[in-house]
């Protein structure tokens, strides 16, 4: 089992920055792929970026350049630095992990707003 618990959500303004943070805890070395999904009021969850055990990295393209993503595999810790904040940003922002199985966080609100 592994278990992931996001943090660093707020209320920003537009341009704006924001760093999400993720803890990973329990059977993390089976985890290859994590990634940051969101979802937006009535719409579906989407990718917004992954990166694998060996630091590879893939973005959405309407983050890309904006937002990076980075792991620090001694700390068990994922992270979403995000830039350039837009309200269509606005979503819940969860953490998740791939090994034998997906594992979620619980989300954290971000709100791109003036």
């Known amino acids: 089992q592994v278990q992931l618990v996001e943090s660093g959500g707020g209320l920003v303004q537009p341009g704006g920055s924001l760093r999400l943070a993720c803890a990973a805890s329990g059977s993390t070395s089976s985890i290859n792929v994590m990634g940051w999904y969101r979802q937006a009021p009535g719409k579906q969850r989407e990718p917004v970026a992954t990166?694998?055990?060996?630091?590879?990295?893939t973005y959405a393209a309407s983050v890309k350049g904006r937002f990076a993503i980075s792991r620090d595999n001694a700390k068990k810790m994922l992270y979403l630095q995000m830039n350039r904040l837009l309200p269509e940003d606005t979503a819940v922002y969860y953490c998740?992990?791939?090994?034998?199985?997906?594992?979620w966080g619980q989300g954290t609100q971000v709100t791109v707003s003036s």
């Open positions: 990166i694998t055990s060996g630091t590879s990295t």
């Open positions: 998740v992990a791939f090994s034998f199985r997906e594992y």
